[in-house]
């Protein structure tokens, strides 16, 4: 009888790494999505704007079983609107799909198809990553507008990838820079003499509560923290009639509402200082939304864990780099202040260039003298007031917590920002400047650009036209 042969050390070692290669593919494919193991798998780096919620990797891959190449681009073009169709509609996006379903466009849609996301915007691709944070092909303008030289003069001999150049043209977003409104808006002044921001409700209302609604609500808990139930009394909370366990223990709440009972007891709720987003969106449902499309909350909005600021690529502030990102990291728990999570709350965590000369800045200035007095509300400058712009919706008014809105392309901040107080061309001269925006706006803008003059040169031309027909045909 022949016994085995005894493996070799070497295919020992071999059979070992291959088992635990195996092990660790099968794991990561099965396990959750926030463990490490997955990230082995990243096809390549994920872009700036992505790169919070790569691990969940089903929001925009397919995993029910679907292979081909069609369907899998249609579960990317789904998974593309769910996050950013409600910013294209406000945007009132100038390349929707649905502009490409008319059979006219049909030899063009070979060469670049406009109706799918993906024909510009790829993940994992490093390489072709702008530092927009995008993958945009320089030329995907020239495939549809290679003629406009026929029909704009003014555009003649231009580089056919010098379309996107701020100031000029959006592929969606273009509300500060079509034609009719550079023109409306040209040889405005470089600070107009209205210069104001939107007020909040409270600003407007003012921030007195009547002594009734303030006698109607006491600490609901006995042996609540003294120094917390005075800056609590103080707070928009307790004007509005907001309670400890409103917030601490939702679930009692309810409880009690749906028992009419007094107590908690018997209802298996315990006491939470951790204070969930769904809370909070119980009354700032605007605010929670937008907060959950932007960079600080969109990994919950994928059902990942709260950013950690060590996870932000701009550089950050080495003492903060354990705090989680939720509501209470600038509004503080029982201190209704707004000012502090305007400015102090952002550079707590940012350390980069731009917001490090913020406080040397003219706009700081005229937030220290809105602070002390000095101005009318609405004409200081904060963080927020550029990268949270406050909206205006019918008699009310709220923060935009979406900073991603107004980020980028830098040109959207144009018409929701900077025009509340510059006039159009002056905007546009500033944000084209990316050194300007390192040092905070702290100078006026040296370069120009020639998109409002050129609209405005248009127009008057195409006026005096309608004119001399005018005359022509009164003769």
Same mark, same amino acid.
């Given at each position: 009888?022949?016994?085995?042969?005894?493996?070799?050390?070497?295919?020992? %070692?071999?059979?070992?790494?291959?088992?635990?290669?195996?092990?660790?593919?099968?794991? =990561?494919?099965?396990?959750?999505?926030?463990? %490490?193991? @997955?990230?082995?798998?990243?096809?390549?780096?994920?872009?700036?704007?992505?790169?919070?919620?790569?691990?969940?990797?089903?929001?925009?891959? /397919?995993? +029910?079983?679907?292979?081909?190449?069609?369907?899998?681009? +249609?579960?990317? /073009?789904?998974?593309?609107?769910? !996050?950013?169709?409600? &910013?294209?509609?406000? =945007?009132?996006?100038?390349?929707?799909?649905?502009?490409?379903?008319?059979?006219?466009?049909?030899?063009?849609?070979?060469?670049? &198809?406009?109706? #799918? !996301?993906?024909? !510009?915007?790829?993940?994992?691709?490093?390489?072709?990553?702008?530092?927009?944070?995008?993958?945009?092909?320089?030329?995907?303008?020239?495939?549809?507008?290679?003629?406009?030289?026929?029909?704009?003069?003014?555009?003649?001999?231009?580089?056919?990838?010098?379309?996107?150049?701020?100031?000029?043209?959006?592929?969606?977003?273009?509300?500060?820079?079509?034609?009719?409104?550079?023109?409306?808006?040209?040889?405005? =002044?470089?600070?107009?003499? &209205?210069?104001?921001?939107?007020?909040?409700?409270?600003?407007?209302?003012? &921030?007195? $509560?009547?002594?009734?609604?303030?006698?109607?609500? %006491?600490?609901?808990? #006995?042996?609540?923290?003294?120094?917390?139930?005075? /800056?609590?009394?103080?707070?928009?909370?307790?004007?509005?009639?907001?309670?400890?366990?409103?917030?601490?223990?939702?679930?009692?709440?309810?409880?009690?509402? +749906?028992?009419?009972?007094?107590?908690?007891?018997?209802?298996?709720?315990?006491?939470?200082?951790?204070?969930?987003?769904?809370?909070?969106?119980?009354?700032?449902?605007?605010?929670?939304?937008?907060?959950? @499309?932007?960079?600080?909350?969109?990994?919950?909005?994928?059902?990942?864990?709260?950013?950690?600021?060590?996870?932000?690529?701009?550089?950050?502030? #080495?003492?903060?780099?354990?705090?989680?990102?939720?509501?209470?990291?600038?509004?503080?728990?029982?201190?209704?202040? %707004? /000012?502090?999570?305007?400015?102090?709350?952002?550079?707590?965590?940012?350390?980069?260039?731009?917001?490090?000369?913020?406080?040397?800045?003219?706009?700081?200035?005229?937030?220290?003298?809105?602070?002390?007095?000095?101005?009318?509300?609405?004409?200081?400058?904060?963080?927020?007031?550029?990268?949270?712009?406050?909206?205006?919706?019918?008699?009310?008014?709220?923060?935009?917590? +979406?900073?991603?809105?107004?980020?980028?392309?830098?040109?959207?901040?144009?018409?929701?920002? !900077?025009?509340?107080?510059?006039?159009?061309?002056?905007?546009?001269?500033?944000?084209?400047?990316?050194?300007?925006? $390192?040092?905070?706006?702290?100078?006026?803008?040296?370069?120009?650009?020639?998109?409002?003059?050129?609209?405005?040169?248009?127009?008057?031309? @195409?006026?005096?036209?309608?004119?001399?027909?005018?005359?022509?045909?009164?003769?």
């Amino acid at each position: 009888m022949k016994l085995p042969v005894p493996a070799s050390p070497k295919f020992a %070692v071999w059979m070992v790494m291959n088992m635990a290669i195996a092990g660790v593919a099968t794991y =990561a494919l099965v396990a959750p999505s926030t463990t %490490v193991a @997955r990230r082995i798998f990243l096809p390549g780096e994920t872009t700036h704007g992505h790169y919070q919620i790569e691990l969940a990797c089903n929001q925009c891959h /397919q995993t +029910n079983g679907g292979n081909d190449e069609s369907n899998a681009s +249609n579960v990317m /073009q789904d998974a593309c609107l769910r !996050c950013h169709e409600t &910013d294209l509609d406000t =945007a009132n996006d100038t390349h929707p799909a649905s502009k490409f379903n008319d059979p006219v466009h049909a030899d063009l849609l070979k060469t670049l &198809d406009a109706q #799918s !996301c993906l024909s !510009c915007h790829r993940e994992h691709v490093a390489e072709r990553t702008l530092a927009m944070g995008l993958t945009i092909p320089r030329d995907y303008c020239w495939h549809c507008h290679q003629d406009v030289a026929e029909s704009r003069v003014s555009h003649e001999g231009m580089r056919y990838d010098s379309c996107a150049t701020t100031g000029c043209h959006n592929y969606h977003d273009n509300r500060a820079l079509y034609e009719k409104y550079l023109d409306e808006h040209h040889g405005e =002044a470089d600070i107009l003499d &209205d210069a104001t921001l939107i007020l909040l409700t409270s600003q407007q209302n003012g &921030d007195d $509560q009547t002594q009734e609604t303030q006698t109607q609500v %006491v600490p609901d808990i #006995s042996d609540a923290d003294p120094q917390i139930v005075r /800056q609590w009394s103080s707070s928009a909370h307790f004007a509005a009639g907001v309670n400890c366990t409103q917030c601490h223990q939702p679930e009692a709440e309810d409880s009690l509402a +749906n028992h009419g009972t007094t107590t908690t007891a018997g209802f298996g709720t315990a006491w939470n200082d951790h204070v969930a987003l769904d809370t909070c969106r119980q009354c700032h449902a605007r605010q929670s939304e937008t907060f959950l @499309r932007g960079k600080h909350g969109m990994r919950l909005a994928v059902g990942l864990p709260e950013m950690q600021v060590a996870m932000a690529r701009l550089p950050m502030r #080495s003492d903060a780099a354990h705090r989680q990102l939720n509501c209470n990291s600038c509004h503080a728990a029982h201190v209704d202040d %707004v /000012q502090y999570a305007a400015v102090d709350a952002c550079l707590g965590c940012h350390n980069d260039d731009h917001s490090l000369a913020y406080l040397d800045s003219s706009h700081a200035e005229l937030w220290r003298q809105e602070r002390s007095g000095d101005i009318d509300a609405g004409r200081g400058v904060t963080c927020a007031t550029c990268h949270m712009p406050r909206v205006a919706t019918g008699d009310d008014t709220f923060v935009n917590h +979406n900073q991603n809105s107004v980020l980028r392309p830098v040109e959207t901040m144009v018409r929701d920002v !900077c025009q509340r107080c510059h006039g159009l061309e002056f905007s546009l001269n500033a944000v084209a400047d990316p050194e300007l925006a $390192q040092t905070c706006f702290d100078r006026p803008p040296e370069q120009t650009v020639t998109s409002v003059e050129m609209a405005h040169e248009w127009f008057e031309q @195409r006026r005096k036209r309608q004119q001399s027909r005018k005359r022509s045909g009164s003769r």
